[in-house]
């Protein structure tokens, strides 16, 4: 491992404080470094293994359309295109999709959306955008644009021309920032990287009133959150609202790059036209093909209902170390997206779980992060307890 490391801080952009290890395989919620180490995976990918590792009919799918047809471009249909589109408006109740290749460019993606809307109704380019303080949406400067933390957009400015921004459920400081310039409020429906927060439904829920009365749209960001991790599909579906336009990736594709931006048949003839907006990779046989299963087997195999069932006793373990240790405050999330708040920084932490093999990562410098796969059973969250009790105990 410690040649391989070598060889990648000489080849590697150092954007990233990687931890020393080099990961070479996995096998359900289990992951193995070249030392041929074994690690329980409690970020599955950052939330994008659903499924784990090496879920058999996944593969398969994969492998089968790899003999197919990889690419084609949109200049032409392709079947498992089509049929993703189908699938994921099923199960969102969304109307329109456009097929991307990360969560960032569908970021990208709905804020184009948003604006192109907003200027066919008065013909102005001079709209706002109120998103959340502590969010965040990606990395590329539309993305960055909308993130609520300085850190990630200082050396970047001006990344926030027509992007202003209010405090996550504080109904008060979107009013205060609403004008006739405003085309669209935006936030995560749980705030992964701004520290596990899920919107209060009083908040969704009188933010989406605001939008119907002002003909503002609402986006809501479903990246991480999304793909059954909170207990449904979606997790502004437990809230009894809709979004106008909504993103998602990561756990959309099981491991393969692919993101989509959906909005509703409004937006949909009201938006974007043939020009506006195009990619070369999004929606390919092989992405697509893979949404496809995916969907498939959530459905064929009950995922939703299996977190659910495990979410309650990942909770309960946590509530119980919370009481135990002094060091952490308190726990917070929804679903299989948890995160254990801390009295102090939490690096410390999480390189003793990897240590003692236990993969972790944090959101925020005082925040362990759970986003395990949604197949973890109750015998995987007693031994994630077990080894974080032991690493909190000696704090």
């Known amino acids: 491992m410690k040649t391989i490391i070598e ?28 030392d041929g180490k074994e690690y329980l ?44 589109a189908e699938k994921i408006k099923k199960i969102s109740g969304m109307d329109r999709v456009f097929f991307t290749n990360s969560g960032a460019e569908a970021v990208e993606g709905a804020i184009k959306a948003a604006r192109k809307y907003a ?23 539309g993305a960055l644009a909308v993130t609520g933390n300085p850190k990630y957009r200082e050396a970047f400015y001006p990344t926030d021309n027509g992007v202003v921004f209010a405090q996550m459920n504080d109904l008060e400081s979107v009013k205060a920032l609403i004008n006739e310039k405003t085309c669209a409020i935006m936030f995560e429906t749980v705030q992964g990287e701004g520290g596990i927060y ?10 989406r009133a605001l939008c119907d009365e002002k003909d503002i749209l609402l986006i809501l960001d479903e990246i991480q959150c999304g793909m059954g991790r909170t207990g449904s599909f979606y997790a502004w579906q437990q809230y009894g609202v809709k979004p106008d336009i909504m993103t998602t990736a990561k756990a959309l594709g099981g491991g393969v790059p692919v993101g989509a931006f959906l909005m509703t048949e409004k937006v949909g003839q009201n938006s974007l036209v043939a020009g506006d907006h195009g990619t070369t990779y999004g929606g390919n046989p092989f992405a ?39 060091y ?32 972790l990562i944090n959101a925020g410098s005082d925040i362990i992060r759970f986003v395990p796969s949604l197949i973890i059973e109750k015998e995987h969250v007693d031994k994630m307890a077990e080894i974080l009790d032991g690493i909190l105990s000696e704090q």
């Open 288 to 326: 697509t093909a893979a949404i496809c299963k995916m969907i498939d087997l959530y459905e064929e195999n009950n995922i939703i209902g299996h977190v659910n069932e495990i979410a309650p006793y990942l909770e309960e373990k946590l509530n119980e170390l919370v009481k135990k240790h002094d």
């Open 198 to 207: 899920p919107a209060d439904p009083s908040f969704i829920k009188e933010v």
């Open 119 to 141: 200027y066919l109704k008065d013909g102005s380019t001079e709209h706002e955008i109120i998103a959340m303080e502590h969010s965040f949406h990606g990395r590329t400067l």
């Open 41 to 84: 995976d409690f970020v599955s990918g950052i939330a994008v293994f659903a499924l784990g590792y090496h879920y058999k009919d996944f593969d398969d799918a994969l492998k089968a359309q790899i003999d197919k047809l990889l690419h084609t471009s949109n200049y032409y249909y392709n079947e498992p295109a089509v049929e993703a």
């Open 7 to 34: 060889r990648g801080e000489k080849a590697l952009l150092h954007t990233y404080n990687r931890y020393q290890i080099v990961l070479d395989h996995g096998k359900g919620v289990y992951l193995y470094d070249k």
């Open 328 to 359: 952490v405050e308190l726990r917070r999330g929804m679903g299989l997206m948890q995160g254990l708040v801390c009295k102090g920084p939490v690096g410390d932490i999480i390189k003793k779980a990897h240590e003692r093999g236990l993969i």
